[in-house]
């Protein structure tokens, strides 16, 4: 077996995984990790997890503090009770947006309230502005219409403008009684930027991680089941120029 590394920089945030290849394997760069579940329940739980990461780094790549965090809530008279209902008046809300704004990007989101479990949406936005919200949204009360954080605190260490907490919050949103995708989003999301795995000859581990890209600083530090060692840090400044800091050594 071989020890390979990736980088995948979203936003501020940069990870850099590590994880093992077969001594079979031709191409380093194209390469993914392989894992065995011992049970169906265990490759559900990594497929939500994978869905998780992704989702976390759509967020952080595409909003900013420039973009807005809204809760909007049904009144008694435009109260919806499927999520299908639910699922059609999102899409019409979201080409309205649209309309009026061709370039904004939007991430919408289903929920039943906690202790009304009345259905309601969460909605990530950038491009639209706020009085546009509020008075686009004519089925009950617009909540809320904040900006995102400069700052971001996990378990007391400064962040910045690493999203992943608000975006874990709104994928859990989900159940399985909506069905379908998690969220529904506009087509001009910008992807992460991911780059090749290359092959590490040095023994990393939990406590020893991959040198921090540079401008970047280390956060966190974990290790999963299936021995993936995940590292990631943080870029505080709060203007990052798109493109990726140069390769270091492996």
């Not at 990736?6 to 191409?27: A, L, M, T, W």
């Not at 089925?139 to 400064?158: A, C, I, M, Q, S």
């Amino acid at each position: 077996m071989r020890r390979v590394k990736k980088r995948i920089f979203s936003g501020v945030v940069c990870e850099q995984i590590v994880y093992s290849v077969s001594d079979r394997v031709k191409n380093i760069g194209a390469s993914s990790p392989r894992v065995r579940f011992k049970n169906e329940a265990e490759r559900a739980a990594h497929r939500i997890g994978i869905a998780r990461r992704k989702h976390a780094r759509l967020v952080n790549e595409n909003f900013s503090p420039s973009s807005f965090y809204s809760t909007l809530t049904f009144d008694d008279a435009h109260e919806v009770h499927t999520f299908d209902e639910a699922r059609r008046l999102r899409a019409l809300y979201r080409r309205r947006l649209q309309y009026a704004f061709p370039g904004a990007k939007i991430i919408i989101y289903m929920g039943r309230g906690k202790s009304t479990h009345r259905i309601h949406f969460h909605m990530l936005s950038d491009g639209v502005p706020k009085d546009f919200i509020e008075k686009s949204w004519q089925l009950g009360t617009v909540k809320r219409v904040e900006p995102l954080r400069h700052h971001n605190f996990y378990d007391g260490v400064n962040y910045g403008q690493d999203y992943t907490g608000l975006a874990n919050y709104l994928f859990d949103h989900w159940s399985v009684e909506q069905g379908g995708h998690h969220y529904m989003s506009t087509r001009n999301l910008r992807s992460p930027e991911e780059e090749k795995a290359t092959e590490v000859k040095r023994a990393y581990t939990k406590d020893k991680p991959p040198k921090a890209p540079r401008g970047y600083v280390l956060v966190s530090a974990s290790v999963t089941d299936f021995g993936f060692l995940y590292y990631k840090y943080i870029r505080l400044s709060e203007k990052r120029k798109r493109g990726r800091p140069p390769k270091d050594s492996p």
